[in-house]
């Protein structure tokens, strides 16, 4: 195996982490949609297959460093919010977390000498980079909407985020 046990079980422990991070942003898209904010309802649901491919990312990762991924227990998501912010700052907290995630398994690769991860963990932490900076910016937007979710809407269906990519989508 090219990867140590000790690697292969933070790896895995991160899987959980990525599929609870779809099943998050499952019950929020499920959230705004039940709220009849389509716009919203489809920005979650993009994120959270996202997620599920950053858990596949890790579990074939594991495949091809010769190891078994194995999936933990995923605690249940919340799925009752009071407000659309309240919504959008758990998910900014939570791309904070998964940062911090990122950046213990980057360090416990570089204890190991393991550059194989090392290097395989940088798409990650350019990716965490682009993740917090659009909730962030999703944040801001329905702050500033106040009462009015219709002009995050209005915003999304128009622009959507991810204000530096705009141009790659
Ligand atoms: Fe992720
Ligand atoms: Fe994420």
Redesign the pocket.
Known sequence: MLISDKMVAAINKQIGN?FG?YLQYVAIAAYFGNESLPELSKHFNKQAL??SQ?AMKFVNYVLDAGGLPEIPAIPAPKSRFSSAEEAVKLSLDWELT?TKQINELVDLAGKENDHTSHSFLQW?VN?QLE?VSSMDMLLKIVRRAAQNLLFVEDYLARKGLRPSASAAG
Do not use: I
Request: glycine share 0%; charged share 55%; proline share 0%.
């Open positions: 990525e991070a996202e997620e950053h998964v990650f990716e993740e």
